[in-house]
């Protein structure tokens, strides 16, 4: 019997498994913090009285050590430096130079949480990198959110009655239409004064990412969602949006908010994010869950020339006519037509009859089409390409667990639950590191295995 030995390939465990000194060579080599340093570096006055200088690029190496280590806190971090020689050579401190203090921590994050673009600039330039080396060849990308909690407690607010809140009781019977007119001009104006992200979905399509990044809610509020055993949970945080390759799994985009945030208002900016940073990536499939069912988002898919498989969201719409419950046609006995191709000059699926057709008298007779062609942008939710319900379809959707991999990746080995940050901007800048962190330690296992396979 023959027998085959699988070539044994670097993971993300055996990576965070090596030793300190190898780990953090191979990390660190993989993230340009020149960026980080302009940002970070004082400008001191030399002379007499002049303070003692800072070793800041070991600071900085010493922040993402401090994520791959999993330290909770600064001060963990201070004393672990003062009291592992080895873990401060790691970092890039040289022998018998002082540690720098807790305070001279808290400054340097300060600056970095009030420049957030520079880190997403190091983590673009990063995924570029891997991308010209070769390690990045998606055609599918997923998006999901995760649930972060923050450690402070949430505000105390006495309940008012509802009783106090419409003490004006209105109006009982149909109002006149020059009333009913005034009332709906009213209600759409008001609509339209609102924030952005309390406005419909639809109204991030127009927006420019900027807008929609600058608008984003980032304050600690409480969020509800149904966890994998379909019950109800409730937390005070954030929430972190993923865009993620669906078979490297790298990090493609980001963006933390409140908690409240519903989980479809953050795809149309993960997308125009993802256009902006990588103009010449092409992708094919975009997959999300149930959640990001909305019709704007097929839109901004659609213009971007990607098919999104997305599940669907029926909204207590009644069942479709003429068609199965994935919206492919049926004959006269009820039997679903089969997805044949797409065409994607004239936007169009194709459907050929059904199996039974061969032994159906009505086929027989004439009375039944043999093809149906479908437009999809005639209802981007409801048709897409491949068509619901396919085999490709299924195949396609069930990438959508790389970024559920992530999401655990990042809780369980990065600690991204450990937020210690009151504000959401200080918050950001930790989930901007971490992700670059997560980032770098792919590309690290990419050149690995690299190295081991042109070493055979």
């Known amino acids: 019997m023959a027998f085959i030995r699988q070539n044994y390939l670097f993971s993300l465990q055996d990576l965070l498994e090596m030793d300190q000194e190898n780990r953090f060579d191979a990390i660190f080599n993989c993230i340009d913090i020149t960026p980080l340093l302009k940002i970070v570096f004082p400008k001191y006055h030399y002379g007499p009285g002049a303070p003692v200088r800072n070793d800041h690029a070991a600071m900085l190496y010493s922040l993402f050590a401090r994520i791959i280590e999993r330290i909770p806190t600064i001060k963990d971090l201070v004393r672990r430096l003062k009291h592992d020689a080895l873990f401060r050579w790691c970092c890039g401190f040289d022998v018998g130079q002082r540690v720098p203090s807790e305070a001279s921590y808290s400054r340097m994050m300060t600056k970095l949480s009030a420049h957030p673009h520079v880190l997403q600039d190091v983590q673009r330039e990063l995924v570029q990198r891997a991308i010209q080396e070769g390690f990045l060849t998606e055609d599918t990308i997923a998006i999901d959110s995760t649930h972060i909690e923050a450690r402070e407690r949430a ?136 959640g990001y069912d909305h019709e ?68 027989a007779q004439g009375e039944c089409q043999k093809v149906y062609k479908i437009k999809i942008t005639d209802d981007l939710r409801r048709y897409c390409a491949p068509a619901r319900g396919s085999a490709k379809w299924k195949l396609i959707y069930k990438r959508r667990t790389a970024v559920e991999r992530v999401n655990a990746y990042l809780k369980q080995f990065f600690g991204i639950e450990n937020i210690r940050y009151r504000t959401g901007k200080r918050a950001k800048m930790q989930m901007d590191m971490t992700t670059l962190v997560y980032n770098a330690l792919c590309l690290a296992k990419d050149r690995l295995n690299q190295q081991l396979q042109e070493g055979e």
């Not at 790298?250 to 479809?264: E, F, K, P, Q, R």
């Not at 213009?303 to 919206?327: L, Q, T, V, W």
């Open 296 to 363: 704007p988002i097929y839109r901004q898919l659609n213009k971007m020339k990607i098919s999104g498989i997305i599940a669907y969201n029926r909204r207590r719409e009644p069942s479709p006519i003429g068609c199965d419950e994935h919206f492919a046609p049926v004959c006269i006995k009820q039997h679903s037509y089969r997805y044949d191709s797409y065409d994607s000059t004239y936007e169009t699926i194709k459907y050929t009859e059904p199996k039974e057709c061969s032994t159906c008298p009505f086929a």
């Open 155 to 290: 505000p105390y607010t006495t309940s008012t009655k509802k009783s106090e809140q419409n003490s004006t009781k209105k109006k009982r019977g149909r109002k006149p239409k020059a009333e009913r007119a005034l009332l709906l001009a009213e209600k759409v104006a008001e609509l339209a004064s609102r924030p952005l992200y309390e406005q419909g979905i639809v109204a991030q399509l127009e927006a420019l990412l900027d807008i929609l990044v600058q608008e984003m809610p980032t304050t600690p509020q409480w969020g509800c969602k149904k966890n994998s055993e379909t019950q109800q949970m409730y937390w005070y945080g954030y929430k972190l949006h993923l865009l993620v390759g669906a078979q490297n799994q790298y990090i493609l985009g980001s963006i933390i908010s409140s908690a409240n945030l519903n989980d479809g208002k953050a795809a149309i900016p993960l997308l125009k994010q993802f256009q902006q940073c990588y103009p010449d990536f092409k992708l094919a499939f975009a997959t999300m869950d149930a």
